[in-house]
């Protein structure tokens, strides 16, 4: 969510509450200027300029969003802060309302699916967002897409709804996990994500294609199969082993034009979580998950997206 402040409030928070600039914040604000009115914030018809709030400073814009007051069109509204990106918050949310959950179900794909929509739209305000929000551009979950010679079912895929009956996509997101068994797991999904991008990129060479890769780092994870259940697995150096697992999605090279290798995907992401099947899930952050430089950094991946899909269907 991208809050609308005046430059005034800017200059209010940095002096009075410390909150700084930096690259890859939490929270993002759009600088606007005070006597800009709410139709134009809206329409998006003047230049933003935009300030990272870094994440040592969240729990302070935290606090200064219920104190600071913002002026846009000489309405004084209050101050929401909200965080930015919160795709892999949200799906560990999920995953502890549905203890035992089959990470291979429909359900799991879709809840992620539905939080890199929201992201986007996030990301993308005046394109995917705009295009969404008037119809053109239709999410859609589970989608048969076709080639010239076979059809796949993609879990995500955003189509232009003018070419109905036929599904035409613009972008497209593929969900994989590594539960465990990481050594095998980690070669077949890779192996499956090359597959689903080629599918794609035949279907449309412009299309932009994207995946997600789920990794847990629990030794104990309980799988939900009945021929699995109560297995005991050999013991391992798991911090090693999934820091290997990162590495072989992370060197992907990354598609950057339609003339590229249909091999590849546009953007990619690797989500790191502890869940051992029984318990509640958490997130993992810091050294044992893709760094904020990382290319298969969720922040970085929505941004990719959004920007990919600007630069060939809204020029």
């Known amino acids: 969510m991208r809050l609308y402040v005046s430059k005034q409030s800017l200059k209010i928070a940095h002096q ?28 998006g018809r003047k230049t933003k300029t935009k300030l990272y709030v870094s994440a040592r400073d969240r729990v302070k814009a935290e606090e200064i969003a219920k ?4 002026v846009v069109g000489g309405r004084t509204q209050p101050l929401v802060a909200s965080a930015a990106m919160r795709g892999p918050e949200k799906y560990v949310e999920w995953i502890n309302t549905h203890l035992g959950f089959n990470p291979r179900s429909a359900a799991n794909s879709n809840a992620l699916s539905e939080y890199i929509i929201e992201d986007l739209c996030d990301a993308s305000p005046t394109a995917i967002g705009a295009m ?4 053109y551009l239709v999410p859609l979950k589970n989608a048969s897409v076709s080639t010239s010679v076979t059809v796949r079912n993609i879990d995500l895929v955003l189509y232009e709804k003018p070419e109905l009956p036929r599904i035409c996509v613009q972008l497209s997101v593929e969900h994989k996990t590594v539960m465990t068994a990481h050594g095998k797991a980690r070669k077949n999904r890779y192996g499956d994500i090359i597959a689903y991008c080629n599918h794609m990129h035949n279907h449309r060479r412009d299309c932009i294609v994207g995946a997600t890769v789920v990794i ?17 697995r050999p013991k391992f150096n798991m911090e ?18 339609p003339d590229d290798p249909n091999d590849l995907p546009e953007a990619l992401t690797v989500i790191v979580v502890n869940y051992d099947g029984v318990n509640p899930a958490t997130l993992v952050s810091g050294e044992g998950s893709p760094s904020l430089s990382s290319p298969v950094h969720y922040d970085n991946f929505i941004r990719r997206l959004a920007a990919k899909h600007e630069d060939r269907f809204c020029q």
């Open 67 to 70: 104190e600071l007051q913002w």
């Open 240 to 257: 090693k082993v999934v820091k290997d697992t990162i590495r072989v999605f992370e060197v992907i090279p990354l598609r950057e034009s």
């Open 132 to 135: 969404i929000q008037s119809g």
């Open 16 to 43: 009075q509450f410390g909150i700084t600039p930096g690259r890859n914040g939490l929270y993002e604000f759009l600088c606007e200027s005070p006597d800009q009115s709410r139709e134009e914030l809206e329409n």
């Open 216 to 232: 847990n780092t629990s030794e104990s994870y309980e799988n939900p199969d009945a021929f699995a259940r109560g297995l005991k």
